[in-house]
């Protein structure tokens, strides 16, 4: 499924006042190692209208399919994120005084229909940790015989134990890692 297909439309021609949407989507992201996970979204918008000025304001939970850094192991992991942008629509308008305060967009008069997605998504991916654990204290696995550390002692010799292993872990490289 592609990502160009999937959006987050709020019809801004039928806001009156105020307005609440949730969409529910499952979409890729890119991963800070360069592959993607599989990410389902839940987003609360509000749009609050005073004439042609929308005030946005999205919660958005989402679940992501992680790897944990340390042990490889699968699990979810939850993100939150909230964002708020005006959308200003069919005037030359200019951008607020204080152009840090939020973001502010400008639609053309004719469109009704404004894509909260591309946001939402991008809010999602700085969200990524860079190296996510499926726990702080996560044992990671053993460097000798791969086992699961979380599970248990596998009985190889650990650091500052036998020290062939310590070499050959220094040799491969591998010592430093966490
Ligand atoms: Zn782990
Ligand atoms: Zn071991």
Known sequence: MSDDAIVMELDLSRV???????FERTFDLPT?????TSCHALATVEVTRSGARYDIRARVKGTVHAECHRC???????LEVELA???????NAAPPEDPDEEDFVVVPAGDERYDIFPRVREA???????KVLCREDCKGVCQTC???????????PREGGDPRWS????????????
């Open 16 to 22: 009156e006042d105020r307005a609440v949407e949730t």
């Open 32 to 36: 800070p190692e360069g592959g993607t």
């Open 72 to 78: 490889a192991g699968e699990f979810d992991l939850p």
């Open 85 to 91: 942008l005006i959308v200003e629509r069919g005037r």
């Open 124 to 130: 999602l991916i700085l969200e990524l940790p860079i």
């Open 146 to 156: 791969g086992a699961d550390l979380n599970e248990g002692e596998c009985g190889c």
């Open 167 to 178: 070499a050959l872990r220094k040799l491969t490289g591998r010592g430093g890692k966490p």
